[in-house]
């Protein structure tokens, strides 16, 4: 999940680690206030928690978001991410990870504006 | 009228002919056995707005020191002497090219590209470990500097390029090499030469559409590769194109990265580049 919804009380499901995989915390660690600021004083932006199902996305809830966008505007989210990849062939996974990201970011984008419209 | 050499176009680059004085002055005392940290510290003192501009860096999530850096001499033992040279190269290319006007392309777009692009390449090689990050930034930070060159030096010539990149949907920098015979690559290989850099810095500029073509630092234009292709997906800032350059597969096999990574990488991207752009881009 998130590290933005952990909360004290939970139970870590897997090791945490930094960027580079130092540990950070153990597995099985009941998580207190003092783990949330280390967590986020080392960017880790999601953890395993003992009792959750299934995966979260850890990039925000742009699923959910999408859902609420016009049609115009996931149209024009298309548009955007086939005029940026033009150039590029879509077939390694790791493009197909980037593009989903970029979706992703695009999407929150709109999801703003219309907010603030 | 003789066609324009990548070195004939440097050569017509008279503002820019050597690095800083304060970037050499550093770099002699840091590669100086007998110097100290003092020597060091007072170089940097001199110049407030540097000194500023390094405690402000010491002190932001990207060093993630736990108490708060207060003097220019404890920023050097945080971030390491080897390391603060590259920020300093980094800080006085960008104080180089600062006044100059922008005509075919907005300066501010291009610096936000590049920081973005050299935020990346340090996450990269946070992720695997490399020992000294800083000079990955500093490679990110000048890998488009050969097209800041030639549109301050050729910009009508630079305009042909993009609107021949347009109408024919290439990568700018494959209409850059159809019009002039080179493109900014070449160029910017050719300035860190100029400025005697580091040789791994040459061949990573050098080669950052083309990174298998690096013979000694594939690892370095394999980063450099990956990290432009991300800054320009999210099209944080623009050097001048309006796509993602083609993505060299080979690239990321070399990194020895796994594709789960690739949300990690782009967080760590977001969270760093709005206090990097603030920290080297504030007057």
């Given amino acids: 999940m998130s590290t933005n919804k952990l909360q004290p009380g939970m139970v870590l499901g897997a090791d945490v680690k930094d960027l580079s995989g130092r540990l950070l915390l153990n597995a099985g660690t009941e998580v207190q206030q003092q783990h949330l600021k280390v967590l986020r004083t080392w960017g880790v932006s999601g953890v395993e928690v003992v009792g959750e199902g299934g995966e979260e996305p850890a990039v925000g809830d742009s699923h959910t978001v999408a859902a609420a966008l016009s049609p115009e505007a996931l149209t024009a989210i298309e548009g955007e991410i086939e005029k940026r990849f033009v150039a590029v062939t879509l077939s390694h996974p790791v493009m197909v990870a980037l593009v989903a990201l970029v979706r992703d970011d695009l999407t929150m984008h709109y999801f703003d504006e219309a907010l603030f419209k | ?283």
């Fill in chain 2, 1 to 283: 009228m003789t066609p324009m050499t990548v070195e004939g176009l440097i050569a017509r680059c008279h503002a820019i002919t050597s690095l800083p004085l304060i970037y050499q002055r550093l770099d002699e005392a840091i590669n100086d056995p007998y110097s100290d940290l003092s020597r060091i510290a007072a170089i940097l003192s001199e110049d407030s707005a540097l000194s500023a501009r390094l405690l402000r860096l010491a002190n932001s999530a990207m060093f993630s020191f736990p108490s708060r850096v207060e003097t220019v001499s404890r920023a050097i033992t945080i971030v390491g002497t080897k390391q603060l040279r590259d920020l300093v190269l980094a800080t006085s290319v960008i104080e180089l090219f600062r006044d100059i006007p922008q005509e075919v392309v907005s300066m501010e777009s291009f610096w936000r590209h590049s920081i973005a692009t050299g935020i990346c390449a340090r996450v990269i090689a946070t992720c695997r470990r490399e020992a000294n990050v800083e000079r990955f930034y500093v490679l990110g930070l000048l890998h488009d500097i050969g097209r800041l060159i030639i549109y301050l030096q050729l910009p009508e010539a630079f305009g042909r390029a993009i609107g021949l990149a347009a109408e024919k949907r290439l990568p700018l920098y494959q209409a850059e090499r159809e019009l002039f015979g080179f493109d900014h690559a070449a160029v910017g290989q050719e300035l860190m030469r100029k400025w005697k850099l580091p040789a791994a810095l040459q061949e990573g500029v050098g080669c950052h559409h083309a990174p298998q073509l690096a013979a000694r630092y594939p690892e370095d234009a394999a980063t450099v590769h990956i990290a432009d292709i991300v800054a320009n997906a999210f099209r944080m800032g623009s050097s001048g194109g309006s796509t993602v350059p083609p993505f060299v597969e080979q690239a990321w096999e070399r990194l020895g990265l796994t594709v789960d990574q690739l949300p990690l990488i782009a967080e760590q991207l977001a969270l760093h580049y709005r206090v990097a752009v603030d920290i080297f881009m504030e007057h």
